[in-house]
């Protein structure tokens, strides 16, 4: 069975103050809830992350199938610090389309994100009608029938989780938790 997880990421401008702290206020949100291990374990493709329990379940619509993934691979993962872009892997599109003018830069868009990635520019100029926006700005998701991809210093990722939809309230507490908007991107790997 191939691996998958969801990121789960601040909308936001500039770098998300304080993210350390932050994500360890999430981390607590999900251990004071029982979803995740205390200690840190092998649990993530990307290093140490806290292994679900079987309380991550109530975070999704449907009930999950056990045998759905029963591997080592099973847990949450916190990023803070260094800048990362969050994307869905398999399959990938890009779609960056300009809030001002509607121009679809598609993979073109490499090298504004590889500048953002850097540090060196926030607010790449649409080569179609030379405006900047911040990078947040610009849409991922061709119009919400891809996967959108996110940008920031700061996230969350469920290993293998369960491949369902979130339940709102969740999504609601992970908007309040981040004081933001928040992108969802599904991997499969």
Not at 106 to 114: N, R, Y
Request: a negative charge; charged letters at 25%.
């Amino acid at each position: 069975m191939s691996d998958s997880c969801t990121h789960i990421v601040p909308v936001h401008t500039g770098d998300y103050p304080d993210a350390e702290a932050k994500a360890r206020e999430i981390l607590a949100w999900f251990q004071a809830r029982g979803m995740v291990a205390a200690e840190p374990s092998d649990c993530t493709l990307d290093g140490p992350g806290y292994a679900f329990t079987p309380k991550i379940q109530t975070l999704f619509i449907e009930p999950m199938d056990p045998r759905v993934h029963d591997g080592v691979t099973r847990g949450l993962e916190l990023h803070a610090g260094e800048r990362k872009v969050f994307h869905p892997m398999e399959g990938a599109e890009l779609s960056f389309v300009c809030p001002g003018c509607g121009h679809d830069q598609g993979w073109d868009a490499v090298d504004a994100i590889g500048a953002w990635f850097a540090g060196e520019d926030d607010e790449p100029a649409c080569p179609a009608c030379g405006e900047r926006f911040h990078i947040n700005r610009y849409a991922t998701d061709r119009g919400g029938t891809d996967t959108p991809w996110a940008f920031s210093n700061l996230g969350i990722t469920l290993w293998n989780d369960h491949g369902g939809a979130f339940r709102p309230e969740f999504l609601e507490a992970m908007r309040g938790l981040y004081g933001t908007d928040i992108r969802v991107v599904e991997v499969h790997i």
